[in-house]
Structure formats: structure tokens, C-alpha cells
């Protein structure tokens, strides 16, 4: 009887071998990268997976991730919504970094083994949306039943800080506790700590940011001058990490964090670095030294999610912040911490199950400039500094349409030669004249002391437009604003 081999399954067919180029070497077919999760310090991994790298180059990055059981025997869970919903973790991790950068970046103290930050990454599933909500560290959380994974110790459930959950029980007590609270299933865990999140920043070469007024927080170290700034790996942890710029603490703190990971991901999509083989090599060492991810979180996923989100773009991710219902709720035993909306709140998270946006649609186009002073509480006189006629009339029109006090009484300026537009003001007022000079491109700033409230603009021959502004938001206590990724980053 003739001998046979019984026909080989698909899954022990050896993998097909690229069709090699004259000289040897495949076909290489790259992608441009378009997007990846925003979320502090594991942000990376992901843009990684954006640049349609190679199956194997990704198998060798997995062998490097550390891994971590972040689901096991859990039971009760929230059933599956549509889309993916990832954990993104932030932990301390200053025992890893160098006595120098300690002192450099005011990261004394012991460790606290606790989350820093703590996000919800929801991704739709036509993969062409990305939601980011932060959960409050200091958020009011009762931690479910569980064995102490140190002590062996039994808990009783209890109220605790929802940062503190890890310390208890790591990520899988983590990842409970956050679906306990939001009733949404988390698919995947990803964890970093500082240091790599620092090393990541420096080898992307910085971060531009932009603050329209002085940041200065004498417990992180942050201390930046208005006007525009290239953060590297240091200085970025400063100002993610701030929370005592001003009054609104780990709120106004996830705000800037979040303004920060839209510009990271201009960085990492806008730069190149990830299309130069040698970058890449250097981001991937970079970040991988402190990544950990639950077992199911692989190169396959990682290739998936590449491709899918290869046509993202910063305008189609949304961040927010979890409404809170009251401030400085106190729990004894456990401190002041910061009660959820159980309405506001469930409507959020009930979006993400449902896979729906979280914010209404708005046009796709060029963010209206955000200003200190509101138009409306600026009076301003116009002068036309130019010999054409009617100008200063028409600048006078064009102002009060975008909510400025005008006279209404335009002049001509004694010199009819002025080149440049000129916003003259009473130092007393310079929060208005920037305010103003927003709305004028190109305009220039003179302080005229004694000018009085009254703001006057002498029109040159450079003027084109009155762009339109408007004040910056202040929700109402315990309200995040939804804000796209291109209406966050420096523009």
C-alpha cells in the first residue's frame, strides 16, 4: 500500500516566506502611522502598532513586554459592549530612577506602589474613534471583597481611594474595582511607570507645549513661563504630574495631562520617528523596559490595532474627565476624596458601552483661539492708521461682530503710514490687549501708561481679518468639559 501523509492543519503550515527582491531582501511595504492610544507613558507601545511595523519585528517586541495576570478567576463581570476598552495605568516607580533625577525632578520620598494616573481607553469598533476618560486617583471607591496577595489576608469589602486599589491587590484588584464602579468590561490592562515614560518623551526628542499663563508648582518642580515650551523627559513628568498650579488640584492636573498627550501624539505621528529603522529600535528599548500588559495583549493585537487605526487622526479621539458629584468627601479612616455623579457618570460610561460618542459632532475645522478675557468685557477704540478710506469703519464692524465693546466711533490715527497694526494699552490691562491682540494676527502689543481701560487699535496697512475668540471654559465644579485631541494641542 503506497504511504501517505495525512494533510497538515492551517495552523501547522509553516508561515509563507516573503517573496524575495533581486539582492536578497522581501518587499518592504510601509504604512504611514496615523494615530495611537492617548494615554500617559504606555502611549508608545501603541504608536508603535500604528506604524504597520512587521509581524516579526512586533513578535520580538512582545517578548520584551512583562506580563501580568490581570483577570484571573475574576467572575460577575459587566457584559461585553462593542469597541475594545483598555486600562491605562500610570504608576509611581521612582525607586527606579537615578538619585540625580530624583533631586532634578522633586521625586523624593518613598514610593508609594499606588496608580498615579488612571484612565478608560475605549476604541469603536469601526475603529474610527477613540474615547479617553480619567478616573479622579482620589476618586470615592469600595473596594470588593478579595485576599490581600502579600498577606493572604481576607477583606471585607471597604471604602478606600481608588488610586490605593493597587497597593491592596495590584491590577486585578484594580481592574474590579474600576468595573465595579463603571459596570464597563475592560478587555485589555496596560501599565508603565516614570521612567519609562520620561525615556519615551527623550527619544521622541520633546514635546512642544503651550500655556497661556505662568505654571508654577513648588512640589513638582514645574516652573514655566507663559508662551510656548519643548518639554524633554523630565520636565514632561512635571507637568503631568503638578497638581498645585492652582486651585483645581488632580482635576486641573488630568486637564493638562490630557493637552499633553495630544501633542505626544503629534509628535509621534507628525516627526518621522517611527518610519527611521533606527528610531524605532530606540523608542521600542526606550519604552519597553517598564511596559507590563495582561497575557491576552499580544502582537496580534498589536497588528490588529495598527491597522485599524492607521486612518485616525487627532481630531477623532475625544478626552473628558468623570463628572464629579461632591468635592472633598470625607470618609473616616480613608481622608477627603472626590465623590462621583452617579447620573452624569452613568450616562458616560453608558456611552461607552454603547459605543457612542460622548461628545455631539462638530465640524472638523480650525479651533477657535481660546483667550483669557472675554470680548465682551473689552472696550476698545479703533483708528485707522492706513490712507484707505473706510478701513477704520470696517474694523470697528468686524470687532463688535466678535463680541467686542467698540466706540463705534472710529478716527483716523495722526500717522497714516503705520505698516503693522498696533494694540495700544494700559499695562494695567495687558490680559485684555493679548486677548485682543488674538483676534487682530500679526498685531503688535505697546504699552502706553495712563491709557486707561478703554483698549485702542490703530489699523496698518498688514491688517487682513478680525479672527474670531472666545473665552477659556470654566465648567461648573465637578464638570469636564469633552475635548477633542485637535483642540488641545499647541496649535
Known sequence: MPRTTPPRSPAARPPRRPRQR?????????????????????????????????????????????????FRDMKNRPRAGHGMNVLLVGTDGRDRISEAERRAYRLGGEPCHCTDTIMIVHISEDRERASVVSLPRDSYAELPAHTDATTGARHRP??????????????????????????????????????????TVDVLGGVKMCTAKPLKDSHS??????GTHD???????????ARYVDGASDLGRMERQQRFLAALVDRATSSGVLLNPMKFRDVTRA??????????FGTDELLALGRAMRNFSPSSSE?????????????????????????????????????????????????????????????????????????????????????????????????TSVSRTVVAYDPRWDRSAKSL???????????????????????????????????????????????????????
Open 22 to 70: 533581486q539582492g536578497g531582501r522581501p518587499p518592504v511595504r510601509p504604512r504611514r502611522p496615523r494615530w495611537a492610544m492617548r494615554a500617559v507613558t504606555t502611549l508608545s507601545v501603541l504608536v508603535l502598532a500604528s506604524a504597520g511595523i512587521g509581524h516579526a519585528v512586533l513578535t520580538g517586541l512582545e517578548s520584551d513586554i512583562a506580563r501580568v495576570d490581570a
Open 287 to 296: 519604552v519597553l523596559g517598564s511596559v507590563r500588559a495582561d497575557e491576552g
Open 158 to 199: 471597604h471604602p478606600i481611594k481608588l488610586n490605593a486599589a493597587y497597593a491592596e491587590g495590584g491590577p486585578q484588584l484594580t481592574v474590579r474595582t474600576v468595573e465595579q464602579m463603571t459596570r464597563v468590561k475592560i478587555d485589555h490592562y496596560l501599565e508603565v511607570d516614570f521612567t519609562s515614560f520620561m525615556k
Open 319 to 415: 478626552f473628558t474627565t468623570v463628572p464629579i458629584g461632591q468635592m472633598g468627601y470625607a470618609v473616616e479612616g480613608v481622608g477627603s476624596t472626590l465623590k462621583w455623579d452617579p447620573v452624569k457618570a452613568g450616562r458616560l460610561f453608558q456611552a461607552l458601552r454603547e459605543d457612542r460618542p460622548l461628545s455631539a459632532e462638530r465640524p472638523k475645522s480650525t479651533p477657535v483661539p481660546r483667550v483669557e478675557v472675554a470680548p465682551s468685557e473689552i472696550r476698545v477704540q479703533v483708528e485707522n492708521g492706513t490712507p484707505t478710506a473706510g478701513l477704520g469703519k470696517r474694523v470697528d464692524t468686524a470687532l463688535a461682530a466678535a463680541g467686542f465693546r467698540t466706540t463705534g466711533l472710529p478716527a483716523n490715527a495722526a500717522d
Open 437 to 491: 491682540a488674538a483676534a487682530l494676527p500679526g498685531s503688535e502689543l505697546r504699552a502706553v501708561r495712563g491709557q486707561g481701560a478703554t483698549l485702542k487699535v490703530i489699523v496698518g496697512s498688514d491688517f487682513r481679518q478680525v479672527r474670531k475668540v472666545r473665552p477659556q471654559e470654566r465648567p461648573a465644579q465637578g464638570e469636564s468639559p469633552v475635548v477633542r485631541g485637535d483642540e488641545v494641542k499647541c496649535p
Open 221 to 226: 518642580g514645574l516652573d514655566l513661563p507663559a
Open 231 to 241: 518639554l524633554n523627559g523630565g520636565q514632561a513628568l512635571q507637568y503631568v504630574r
